[in-house]
């Protein structure tokens, strides 16, 4: 099964659009999937002086955060979707990461460190900006490939070879033809890792 995490707060918004598209696909395709949608939840993402007290244990007592892991303890893919901001994901992603990628459910360091979520055998991570993904290699450090990829999904035990990243940029100043076409493609782009 796959769980989409999308996080943007915005229902008007183009990244919104894209859930919708891929949702519609996948429903047409009768393929199973979840939705973590932390906004539309009204998850806190701020690690608190009370969350760090457990923390170290791999323990929480969000109730948000048990739920979000049995949807990613039963799923096989994640898809990611969301807005990239200040060249790097939003603060509700990164707060989500935080909070729910536990000790003992995500990573294990008992014995040198090993990622956990190794029943995800594909990921797909969407992300729009105003900038092209190429921008985003050559001139930001590479946020998306070579951190959150390559850094942060692999220390969780995604292998980085199994996830496609999809990038829209310049969303803000393209026309809406342009709009229209990526997610009119957007099945197939998913679909062709």
């Not at 008992?110 to 105003?130: F, H, M, R």
């Amino acid at each position: 099964m796959k769980t989409i995490i999308y996080t943007h707060p915005y229902a008007g918004s183009f990244n919104h659009e894209i859930l919708n598209r891929l949702t519609n696909s996948f429903s047409k395709n009768d393929e199973e999937f979840e939705i973590i949608d932390p906004y539309g939840d009204h998850f806190d993402p701020v690690l608190s002086a009370e969350d760090l007290k457990t923390y170290s244990q791999g323990q929480t007592s969000d109730e948000l955060v048990k739920r979000y892991q049995r949807k990613i303890a039963a799923s096989d893919e994640l898809v990611f979707i969301f807005p990239i901001w200040w060249h790097n994901l939003p603060a509700m992603l990164k707060g989500f990461l935080d909070k729910t990628m536990l000790n003992g459910f995500a990573y294990n360091e008992d014995s040198g460190w090993k990622g956990l979520l190794t029943n995800i055998k594909k990921a797909t991570v969407i992300t729009t900006s105003t900038v092209t993904k190429e921008y985003l290699e050559n001139n930001c450090g590479n946020p998306i490939q070579d951190v959150f990829i390559a850094r942060t999904l692999s220390d969780l035990g995604i292998d980085p070879q199994t996830v496609n990243w999809i990038h829209f940029g310049q969303v803000n100043t393209t026309t809406d033809q342009i709009r229209e076409k990526f997610l009119d493609d957007l099945p197939k782009l998913y679909a062709n890792k």
